[in-house]
């Protein structure tokens, strides 16, 4: 088994691409071509590294958003510990130091056959070879009553962002006394300790500025991870 850091994957990553189109630079042809589809953690690092690795790539990014919030930390953002800035990043280091050509639209149909990705602004970007990097989505409508408006009064929080801002507001207009009802999904799900994680610095938060409130976690599992961890930590800092 090898085990490699993240880093080291990155790298080796672009070094793989790059060897597969090595064929296509050496020929004194032009330039290979690689879209990225999606500008979160996974596409921007991938587009970083193969910039890195070959800077005789043509690496294009593909992104609607003109910043990205990260998630991770995001959970400090709302216990008053990191500001919403810091986790806030543009796309304009990917493009000046590493030469990735960054293009603020949504791929709306990828051919195969054709080897282009079509925008939704029209635009065809041919590529030699296409990463599709989209993040998450949410099935909204699984639980009854809770679509996509609903989160405007009951936000999830998980995509970073406005949705972030908007749960802050909320704990910020709480009443001292009042209860913060957070629930966690059946397992399988995406970052076993976040539910958790969130409810340890809401609980940071309130016992600085809301001593009184409470936090009512609903889990139908027996058992979550790090349990031990988190169940430790809530009776010695927030019994």
């Known amino acids: 088994m090898i085990c490699w850091t993240r880093r080291e ?10 060897a597969a189109m090595s064929p296509r630079i050496a020929g004194g042809e032009a330039r290979a071509r690689v879209v990225v589809v999606g500008g979160g953690v996974g596409g921007s690092t991938v587009a970083r590294y193969l910039a890195m690795s070959a800077p005789a790539l043509d690496v294009t990014l593909v992104e609607p958003k003109q910043q990205y919030v990260t998630c991770f930390f995001s959970n400090l953002y709302l216990a008053g510990v990191r500001s919403l800035e810091s986790l806030t990043h543009g796309y304009e280091h990917l493009a000046r130091r590493h030469g990735v050509k960054v ?10 056959t054709a080897k282009t990705v079509r925008l939704e602004g029209g635009v065809m970007l041919p590529y030699d070879r296409l990463v599709v990097a989209p993040g998450i989505a949410f099935k909204f409508g ?3 009553g809770y679509d996509e408006a609903a989160t405007e009064t009951f936000p999830h929080a998980w995509n970073a962002g406005p949705q972030t801002e908007l ?3 909320q704990l910020e207009s709480i009443d001292d006394g009042g209860v913060f009802l957070i629930v966690a999904p059946p397992d399988p799900f995406r970052c076993p300790p976040g539910p958790y994680e969130r409810a340890s610095l809401v609980a940071y938060y309130f016992k600085q500025y809301k001593p009184r409130a409470k936090i009512l976690i609903l889990d139908a599992k027996d058992k979550f991870f790090g349990q031990d961890v988190f169940q430790d930590a809530w009776e010695r800092h927030y019994p």
């Open 142 to 144: 699984v639980i009854e």
């Open 9 to 18: 994957f990155g790298c080796g990553a672009g070094a793989m691409c790059v």
């Open 167 to 169: 749960l802050r507001r």
């Open 103 to 112: 293009v603020h639209d949504r791929a709306a149909a990828i051919d195969p």
